[in-house]
């Protein structure tokens, strides 16, 4: 099971150490990271309102169809997205 919130924090986390170090390993990550996240995560239909698959199987498909639970909080998308942003924007 892939969950959504380890995937937001991963890009942050990787943007704050190319940030740090400048280690080009670091964006290459990235990219690699928000590939993934933004074309598996988030709901492709914008009649859904955007919002992101909490859980996924290993293989990329959405484990329920719902978008929040008891679980999943509306934290963590919105926070680590605004974080990386910031990051970008200092680039």
């Known amino acids: 099971m892939k969950y959504w919130w380890p995937h937001t924090e ?3 986390a990787l ?6 170090t400048k280690d080009d390993k670091y964006a290459n990550w990235y990219g690699k990271m928000a590939d993934y996240t933004f ?4 709901d492709p239909n914008p009649s859904n ?3 992101w698959f909490g859980y996924l199987h290993r293989d990329g498909t959405p484990a329920s169809p719902l978008k ?3 679980w999943k909080g509306p934290s963590h998308i919105p926070r680590s997205l605004k974080k990386c942003l910031d990051l970008l924007e200092k680039q």
């Not at 943007?15 to 740090?20: D, N, Q, S």
Request: proline share 0%.
């Open 68 to 70: 929040g639970n008891m």
């Open 10 to 12: 991963a890009l942050y």
């Open 15 to 20: 943007l704050l150490a190319y940030e740090i």
């Open 39 to 42: 074309s598996h995560f988030r």
């Open 49 to 51: 309102g955007g919002e």
